[in-house]
């Protein structure tokens, strides 16, 4: 199998604690790296590097770990500028938008949304998302979930079957049968396609017991469960997504003492997602909170187009450094190895032997400048599964 040799790295960020310098980025100077087909096989310092096919030199900058973007709606049709406008003129935020969206989502073709889809995928991956988690809930019938999972599942095995993502103007008055609908037809047809069920839990959204019951159909069909909660006001996210193990609890711009003591050694990761909060005007997550009682922190784009037309996860890691307390390292591992673990996944999000080869050179010679320099064109070159996507400028 061919291996690719990328040499004169003067910072690598390995992302394990036991590697390097004994911070968690695990970083190692004046490194060296090795790739051999879709994979890292060796790191280290460059004066013990083996021999390989080919050689890189990257001239005394920075590696890091592709970015895991765990939080996205990439699949959608239609946009929402006016509704954005009207926000920053001071109409609050409600989620209300969601089915504009919904509308011309449905009246898109497959191949439309294809195209839209692969116009945005390739943006989050030449600025260095080299993993997507990619959710449904712009369909909201059974045709139309199916024809989003369909279309997510070319750009990603991280695909979420979102039906409970809003309750649509067809079924306002009767908000049982919707969820029978999610819970029963829509679930079967769509769980083949999905490997995540998740519910928006929060006002303007579904309650707590309908939370429920479609968590527990999603796990009952095989799926794996994560829940959007407590971005608009208190309540019970948190505490459902301890209930159920999920795998992440996403936005946590508003939770109390005992929603942070809950997540404490749960296992539940706290996915953040500065850049709705920014787009939305809405408070950030007190992220220091968080990461102080230990709590392991994640941060995604949450890429959509009613309230966080973000792609850019350095975007995002810098309002985590500069709006949410979190120090460049904390954001670079939660963009990185913490999304991995919002995923369930220890194979991305780390530079380390058997790990994919998911390489982002930055343009700098350390992992600071992608929160230092915000909108900066950090990110140099990027690798996917040993692929390189983007060539030097
Ligand atoms: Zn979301």
């Not at 954005?84 to 003129?89: E, H, L, N, T, V």
């Not at 993993?131 to 019938?141: H, M, Q």
Request: net charge negative.
């Amino acid at each position: 199998m061919k291996t690719t040799l990328i040499t004169g790295i003067g910072e690598l960020v390995t992302g394990d604690a036991s590697l390097g310098d004994g911070s968690a980025l695990g970083i190692v100077r004046d490194a060296a790296l090795v790739i051999e087909g879709e994979r890292i096989a060796w790191v280290g310092a460059e004066g013990a590097a083996p021999a390989a096919d080919a050689r890189v030199d990257a001239a005394g900058r920075a590696v890091v770990p592709g970015f895991v973007d765990s939080h996205t709606h990439l699949v959608f049709a239609g946009e929402r500028s006016a509704e954005f406008a009207a926000r920053m003129a001071g109409e609050p935020y409600t989620g209300g938008g969601i089915m504009t969206t919904v509308a011309a989502t449905r009246a898109a073709s497959a191949d439309e949304l294809r195209t839209h889809t692969r116009r945005l995928a390739d943006e989050t991956l030449l600025l260095g998302t080299t993993t997507v988690e990619i959710k449904s809930g712009y369909g909201l019938t059974v045709a139309d979930e199916l024809k989003l999972l369909e279309v997510a599942a070319e750009f990603t095995p991280e695909t979420t079957f979102l039906g409970a993502h809003v309750v649509p103007a067809e079924y306002v008055d009767d908000r049982a049968a919707f969820v029978a609908l999610v819970t029963g037809e829509m679930l079967e047809v769509c769980a083949p396609l999905a490997r995540w069920i998740d519910v928006f839990c929060d006002t303007g959204g579904f309650d707590e017991d309908e939370t429920r019951a479609v968590l527990s159909a999603g796990v009952a069909a095989g799926l794996m469960p994560r829940l959007h909660g407590n971005q608009l006001e208190h309540g019970p996210g948190v505490r459902l997504a301890v209930e159920f193990s999920a795998a992440s609890i996403d936005h946590c711009a508003y939770l109390t003492r005992e929603d942070i003591d809950a997540l404490r050694g749960s296992g539940v990761v706290a996915t953040l997602l500065p850049g709705a909060d920014f787009s939305t005007r809405g408070p950030y997550p007190d992220a220091r909170a968080l990461l102080d009682a230990g709590v392991r922190v994640a941060l995604a784009t949450d890429c959509n187009p009613g309230s966080s037309y973000v792609t850019s996860m350095p975007l995002v890691i810098a309002l985590a450094v500069r709006e949410m307390g979190m120090t460049p390292a904390e954001a670079l591992l939660a963009a990185t190895a913490g999304g991995a673990a919002a995923l369930r996944r220890d194979d991305i999000g780390r530079l380390t032997p058997g790990a994919a080869a998911d390489i982002v050179l930055l343009d700098a010679p350390n992992h600071i400048h992608l929160a230092y320099r915000p909108a900066g064109r950090v990110v140099a070159e990027v690798w996917r599964r040993g692929v390189r996507v983007r060539a030097a400028r």
